[in-house]
């Protein structure tokens, strides 16, 4: 199964401040099949972006997803309070689909 | 909207079957053939694991992990789909989601999940 490994697992940072997480995987996936989650406690997970790099209907342009191959990257160009939560990358290009153990964004 | 609703026992003794219910509202779980429904579960130190998937007309499937265990299942008369495994042990305490896979409408990603349900296997 394709094994994703998400970066760095926990980062503080302050609002208004720039989040970079990244998500690596063993073996190459479609661009088409990677996704972007955000979850917070009590709450159900948040379908952020599609396709590596598509903004899901009604997500703010402050998210934006890229990369290709092995590599892709979550990008939160400024934070907000309400975007301190738990994100997931998950791959459903080749089954079983699988997600990374997730990136904490906490507030500094 | 749609919204998806998990439902069923937080405590399951070892050994025993666990049986899980997605109720879906807002919208018929056959309306699109694209979709396929979900359920997906989060281990405390694991993280999240997709379980499988089920499809309007009853197609399936499954991680390999589990297949030997599990059955997916889908009532299109009560507009819901489910999930049930077998021999459970307290390797499947988590919380169970059940999520759509909006096909078309999310470029396949899970696009609608429920609040998910906590599952404790113990005696």
């Known amino acids: 199964e394709i094994v994703l490994t998400q970066s760095p697992g926990m980062v503080s940072l302050s609002p208004g401040e720039r989040a970079t997480l990244s998500c690596r995987a063993s073996?190459?996936?479609?661009?088409?099949?990677l996704a972007w989650y955000q979850h917070k406690p009590g709450q159900a997970p948040r379908l952020l972006i599609y396709g590596a790099s598509n903004r899901a209907t009604g997500i703010p342009d402050r998210f934006s997803g890229s990369g290709s191959g092995t590599d892709f990257t979550l990008t939160i160009r400024r934070l907000e309070p309400e975007d301190f939560a738990v994100y997931y990358c998950?791959?459903?290009?080749?089954?079983?689909?699988?997600f990374g153990q997730g990136t904490k964004v906490e507030i500094k | 909207q749609v919204q998806l609703q998990e439902s069923g026992p937080g405590l399951v003794k070892p050994s025993e079957t666990l049986s899980l219910t997605c109720a879906v509202s807002?919208?018929?779980?056959?309306?699109?053939?694209?979709?396929?429904w979900n359920w997906i579960r989060h281990h405390p130190v694991k993280g999240l694991e997709w379980i499988g998937n089920v499809h309007h007309i009853g197609s399936t499937s499954y991680n390999p992990s589990l297949k030997s265990r599990l059955t997916l299942s889908v009532d299109t008369s009560k507009n819901q789909f489910s999930l049930r495994l077998t021999s459970v042990t307290a390797a499947d305490t988590a919380v169970y989601y059940c999520a759509r896979d909006g096909g078309n409408k999310s470029g396949y990603a899970l696009d609608i999940w429920g609040l998910g349900t906590q599952v404790t296997v113990s005696s």
């Open positions: 998950q791959q459903f290009g080749r089954s079983p689909w699988t």
């Open positions: 807002g919208g018929s779980i056959s309306s699109d053939d694209t979709f396929y």
């Open positions: 073996q190459s996936v479609s661009s088409g099949y």
